[in-house]
C-alpha cells in the first residue's frame, strides 16, 4: 500500500486540483489529508484559489481512496458535505510493520501524543503550515505544511509512505 500525506488545503481548489494530480502521478493507494480542507480560518489569509464548493466534488469524487482527521478550521457543516469520514482527531494506519499516527496538530503535537501511540510509531501531523522531519522525545515527528497557506518559507511539499518507510517530497 502506497500513501500520499497532505495538511491544510484550506479550500483552495488550484492546490485540491494538483493534490489530485499528483496523487495519479504518485499511483499512490490512499490519500490521506490531516485536516483543515474546506475553510481557511479567522487568522489565515484567504487562499489565492479558496473555492471551497469546488473542492467538494473534486475530493468526493475520490472519496473511497481519502482517509482523514479533523483540523482545528473543520467542523461538522464540511462533513455534512464531504462523503468520507473527517471528524476523527486521530488515526492509526501500518506500513511495513510500522505504525503511523495521523493527527492535524491542534489537539495531539510534537511532545504531547496520544497515549495509545505504540512505541516506534511515526507521528504525522498538519496545522503550523511548515514543513518539519525530526525527533521529539525520540519519536520521528514529520508535517508536510501546507501547499495553499505556507509558513516560515516552507515549499508546498506531501510525504509519501510506502512499505514502512516515509519520505517528505516537493511539489513540482
Known amino acids: 500500500m502506497r500513501y500520499m500525506v497532505v495538511s491544510d488545503i484550506h479550500g483552495d481548489f488550484d492546490w485540491a486540483s494538483r493534490i489530485v494530480e499528483v496523487f495519479g502521478q504518485e499511483q499512490a493507494d490512499r490519500l ?33 481512496k481519502i482517509i482523514a482527521v479533523r483540523g482545528n478550521c473543520d467542523a461538522e457543516v464540511d462533513q455534512m458535505v464531504l462523503e468520507f469520514p473527517i471528524m476523527d482527531d486521530y488515526k492509526m494506519i501500518e506500513s511495513g510493520g510500522k505504525v503511523f499516527v495521523l493527527t492535524h496538530g491542534h489537539v495531539y503535537w510534537p511532545g504531547n501524543f496520544p497515549e495509545d501511540m505504540p512505541e516506534g510509531a511515526v507521528f504525522l501531523s498538519g496545522h503550523i503550515h511548515v514543513v518539519t522531519d525530526e525527533i521529539v522525545d525520540g519519536i520521528r515527528c514529520m508535517n508536510p505544511g501546507s501547499p495553499s497557506i505556507p509558513k516560515e518559507n516552507s515549499a508546498p511539499s506531501y510525504i509519501l509512505i510506502e512499505g514502512g518507510e516515509a519520505l517528505l517530497k516537493k511539489f513540482l
Open 32 to 64: 490521506i489529508i490531516l485536516g483543515d480542507i474546506l475553510y481557511h480560518g479567522p487568522r489565515n489569509d484567504l487562499p489565492a484559489g479558496y473555492a471551497p464548493k469546488k473542492v467538494i466534488p473534486l475530493l468526493n469524487s475520490i472519496k473511497d
